[in-house]
């Protein structure tokens, strides 16, 4: 059973950065997708970024491409995104989420909510103008 701690959110002005963190517990030797996603007030939840375990292999929402930054430190099972740049529409809850069923889910099209089995809690992330 994999569980997931978020850390990192708050407040900031555009243009500003936030870190996020995910503690990973439970987790096997399989390789995993790893991905965060975020809930905007009134909008569904979306994918922003996505790692497979102990790779390199990264992917990202347009939106966020070459202001975020998805990372993973397997010594510390800790998955973070660096979130540069910072703009009002970045508003939301961010989850991380991880699957070990199939880390082809790791591509942006496969992002959907049922490709996904463990979600943290989420952290807040508010930007203002």
């Known amino acids: 059973q994999v569980q997931l701690e978020e850390s990192g959110g708050g407040s900031v002005q555009a243009g500003g950065s936030l870190r996020l963190s995910c503690a990973v517990s439970?987790?096997?030797?399989?390789?995993?997708?790893m991905a965060w996603f975020r809930q905007a007030p009134g909008k569904e939840r979306e994918g922003v970024a996505s790692a497979i375990s102990g790779t390199r292999a990264t992917f990202y929402a347009v939106s966020v491409q070459g202001r975020f930054t998805i990372s993973q430190d397997n010594a510390r099972n800790t998955l973070s995104l660096q979130m540069d740049s910072l703009q009002p529409e970045d508003t939301g809850l961010y989850y991380c989420a991880v699957t070990t069923r199939n880390w082809y889910a790791c591509a942006p099209q496969s992002w959907t909510l049922e490709n996904f089995d463990y979600w943290g809690q989420g952290t807040q992330v508010t930007v203002s103008s």
């Open positions: 439970g987790g096997t030797d399989a390789k995993m997708c």
